[in-house]
């Protein structure tokens, strides 16, 4: 199982990019990234998936390295709306999503 | 499309009682999933559910939780006898298939508190 290790709290202001990197050194050649945003009182909720170079929709962007041991959240001008814990994970699209854990997020904190 | 529907919303009860929880996923979804959510935690996954079988309850504490998936739709989830510990946000979710590329919807959980 790879495991995942992302920054406990980030703090931003309303408009700014935001960037949140998750390192997964240990990555298997199968192994799909995929983030979830999670609000108070709510379950995750799936922001975006990618296996390498970049992914885009109209929440965020996935940036993977070549050597994909890492990866790059993107919130493109951020507002206070996304206050938030964001969770990376990763998994193999061949085994169950029992295989998958959470870890304990990045807490975003956005300031006007 | 309808997410996945949780009840109750929230749950008191004292140590040693009984509760039950109950999901509905997303229609179409063959696969259902109970996670346990401690405060401060990333969820912990209990149970997985393929249709109407168990893919996964290997974090499933058995002595005291129990969970079925009748006619592979809806999903309960019992805890008896409760214990102070399992005081947690319970989210059910669900998924179009059961590999971990198929992205997980999740309902808003049922939070309970154990005195």
């Known amino acids: 199982l790879a495991k995942t290790t992302q920054p406990i709290s980030m703090d931003s202001y309303e408009g700014q990019e935001v960037n949140i990197t998750c390192s997964h050194n240990n990555i298997a050649t199968n192994d799909y990234i995929t983030w979830y945003q999670q609000f108070p009182s709510q379950g995750p909720r799936f922001i975006i998936q990618?296996?390498?170079t970049k992914v885009t929709n109209e929440v965020a962007s996935l940036f993977i390295p070549a050597d994909r041991k890492s990866s790059t959240l993107s919130l493109p001008r951020v507002s206070l709306s996304d206050t938030a814990v964001y969770y990376c994970l990763v998994g193999d699209p061949l085994y169950s999503a029992s295989k998958i854990i959470f870890g304990s997020g990045t807490r975003l904190s956005i300031r006007p | 499309e309808a997410g996945v529907a949780q009840s109750p919303r929230y749950k008191i009860i004292e140590k040693r009682q009984s509760v039950a929880f109950w999901c509905n996923p997303i229609s179409g979804h063959a696969t259902l999933y109970w996670y346990q959510q401690i405060l401060g935690q990333g969820p912990k996954l209990l149970i997985q559910f393929q249709n109407n079988g168990v893919v996964d309850d290997s974090q499933l504490p058995k002595d005291r939780f129990s969970a079925e998936r009748l006619k592979g739709v809806d999903s309960t989830l019992k805890i008896q006898p409760a214990k102070l510990e399992d005081s947690a946000v319970y989210l059910c979710a669900s998924s179009r298939e059961q590999g971990a590329n198929s992205p997980l919807h999740f309902g808003n959980g049922t939070r309970l508190t154990v005195t």
């Open positions: 990618g296996y390498k």
